[in-house]
């Protein structure tokens, strides 16, 4: 059976951003995370070992955007899918990165990829 797995709202501070001003101080950004796996072993377990942890998938998430060479949000999504692609089996993953304090006129900015393991990127 295939079943989604996901972290909704994970808030992270970092130095993101192409600005000057951006790159002296932590912004917040938002992080939703879904990837598509195989739930079939973990089942029959009952262990999460077994299975994709979600905590697992936060902390790549964390470990990505708090080094601080990111410029680009997708940059940093980027980043992210490639490593959960390559450290988990999964048949998809999706993300999406909201800048709350981006824009003064908007709720936030966002960016959101989607990989595919196998399929080609440029």
């Known amino acids: 059976m295939f079943g989604i797995i996901g972290v909704e709202g994970l808030r992270i501070s970092c130095i993101i951003g192409?600005?000057?001003?951006?790159?002296?101080?932590?912004?917040?950004?938002?992080?939703?995370l879904e990837v598509e796996v195989d739930?079939?072993?973990?089942?029959?377990s009952k262990e999460a070992s077994d299975g994709v942890?979600?905590?697992k998938l936060a902390e790549l998430c964390r470990q990505c955007a708090?080094?601080?060479?990111?410029?680009?949000?997708?940059?940093?999504?980027?980043?992210?899918?490639?490593?959960?692609?390559?450290?988990?089996?999964v048949r998809w993953a999706r993300i999406k990165i909201?800048?709350?304090?981006?824009?003064?006129s908007a709720k936030c900015a966002s960016v959101e990829l989607k990989r595919v393991p196998g399929e080609k990127t440029s």
Request: with cysteine.
């Open 98 to 104: 909201k800048k709350p304090g981006a824009l003064p």
């Open 66 to 89: 708090v080094n601080g060479k990111h410029r680009l949000l997708e940059e940093l999504a980027d980043e992210v899918l490639t490593k959960i692609v390559e450290a988990f089996s």
């Open 18 to 32: 192409d600005r000057s001003y951006e790159r002296e101080k932590e912004q917040l950004i938002i992080v939703d």
């Open 39 to 44: 739930l079939d072993r973990c089942l029959q």
């Open 53 to 55: 942890d979600y905590v």
